[in-house]
T-cell receptor, first 115, second 112 residues
């Protein structure tokens, strides 16, 4: 059972337009959500995060929105640039005992920004 | 700072062979993690550690072992390699006061 779901395997967007990546989760114990960006042959790099007590967090061109009642979050990239082309992973964190915080990842969405 | 480093970058094993994937971090992080990523899938947690001498199983621990004798190093051991262990392996670390994990560049392992 997937606790974190990214239902769109891929997304294509024109350069300069908005990219919206979506993520749904099922576990109510998740209290922190993160987005990671991954280029081929590299490790994931942290992009932006949001605590469950907030509904929006913004960092430059990247904004994450959280709708707790719908168990849904989204990442907005405005304006999209060709360098944003990568796989984006949604991840959720929950305290798992013994001082440990584990991340549960979605399957990822491949974003292609077309020049 | 080098961050999180992993060696080797690539490796091909024969069925039944063993190997150790190395992971090191220079950020003095207590938390360290091992993940595997299969094609088209998200990252799945194999093992994790909350500090030197303390390790615990993640979602997919079968066929793997870990040790954590120092804060810096967190090696992952495959004892009897199987084709199902063909994957890309990522090591990550996390500090105490934030939730973000920092990832290494990965090791691509093929078992034939």
């Amino acid at each position: 059972d997937q606790q974190v779901k990214q239902n769109s395997p891929s997304l294509s967007v024109q350069e300069g337009r908005i990219s919206i990546l979506n993520c749904d989760y099922t576990n109510s114990m998740f209290d922190y959500f993160l987005w990671y960006k991954k280029y081929p042959a590299e490790g994931p790099t942290f992009l932006i995060s949001i605590s469950s007590i907030k509904d929006k967090n913004e960092d430059g061109r990247f904004t994450v929105f959280l709708n707790k009642s719908a168990k849904h979050l989204s990442l907005h990239i405005v304006p999209s640039q060709p360098g944003d082309s990568a796989v984006y992973f949604c991840a959720a964190s929950a305290y798992s005992g013994a001082g440990s915080y584990q991340l549960t990842f979605g399957k990822g969405t491949k974003l292609s920004v077309i020049p | 700072n080098a961050g999180v480093t992993q060696t080797p970058k690539f490796r091909i094993l024969k069925i039944g062979q063993s190997m150790t994937l190395q992971c090191a971090q220079d950020m003095n992080h207590n938390y360290m993690y091992w993940y595997r990523q299969d094609p088209g899938m998200g990252l799945k947690l194999i093992y994790y550690s909350v500090g030197a001498g303390i390790t615990d199983k993640g979602e997919v621990p079968n066929g793997y072992n870990v040790s954590r004798s120092t804060t810096e190093d967190f090696p992952l051991r495959l004892e009897l390699a199987a084709p199902s262990q063909t994957s890309v392996y990522f090591c990550a670390s996390k500090g105490p006061s934030y939730n973000e994990q920092f990832f290494g560049p990965g090791t691509r392992l093929t078992v034939l």
